[in-house]
């Protein structure tokens, strides 16, 4: 018989911190790429990588899952949150690749702050999920987060809701609206993720505190 995994042996909390760190990580080189306002393609491609590592850690960690005999969460909820991080880092990949794609080299107001607030958004992701290995000592903390969190998306949505609408309202370029359309909603998308997180983790929270 194989050795039998509890989580006197395996951190699951510690599951979620790493998958946050590649998230981060994704985030930050996505901003470093567009720091200097022309996008520097070295830094994207660095992204695919980061994605990579974190589909390996995401398959690792389902393999531990099955075969547990104990876990601190619901098997369903340590997936869930495991799958819903991974989405952010997918998230960050489609914007990188999605520029890279379409040519675009240059930066723009609108696209530094949507950088900007993804960055800040992963940044917080993985604040809560460190701060989640001691939940039931650390509630105060996680829901200023997760309260952080969500501001994060809501500027977000209202930056996206303006953005589209200078964008609709001022470009005739038909091509750059299309581009600029699909961007927008990929930083959306991905801001929108790590809410999802966040939300994942305020419900079980609520049902073990």
Not at 131 to 139: A, C, G, I, S, T
Request: glycine share 4%; hydrophobic share 40%.
């Amino acid at each position: 018989m194989g050795k039998m995994i509890s989580r006197k042996t395996i951190d699951y909390f510690e599951m979620f911190v790493k998958s946050a760190t590649i998230s981060r990580d994704a985030s930050v080189k996505l901003k470093e790429a567009f720091s200097d306002g022309v996008i520097n393609v070295e830094e994207l491609k660095l992204i695919k990588t980061l994605e990579h590592e974190g589909d390996l850690h995401f398959h690792e960690c389902l393999k531990i899952i099955d075969v547990a005999f104990i876990t601190p969460i619901d098997r369903s909820d340590l997936v869930a949150i495991l799958s819903g991080i991974e989405d952010v880092t997918d998230s960050i990949d489609s914007i990188s690749s999605s520029f890279y794609m379409m040519c675009i080299t240059g930066s723009s107001d609108y696209f530094s702050k949507f950088v900007d607030l993804l960055a800040e958004s992963c940044e917080k992701l993985l604040e809560l999920t460190v701060e989640l290995k001691q939940f039931k000592k650390n509630h105060i903390n996680i829901n200023k987060l997760i309260i952080e969190i969500n501001r994060l998306e809501e500027e977000g949505d209202k930056y996206y809701g303006e953005s589209m609408r200078k964008l609709f309202e001022q470009e005739s370029n038909a091509i750059t609206v299309i581009k600029n359309k699909e961007l927008y909603q990929l930083f959306e998308c991905a801001i929108d993720c790590c809410e999802d997180v966040a939300d994942m983790i305020e419900n079980i929270i609520v049902t073990k505190t």
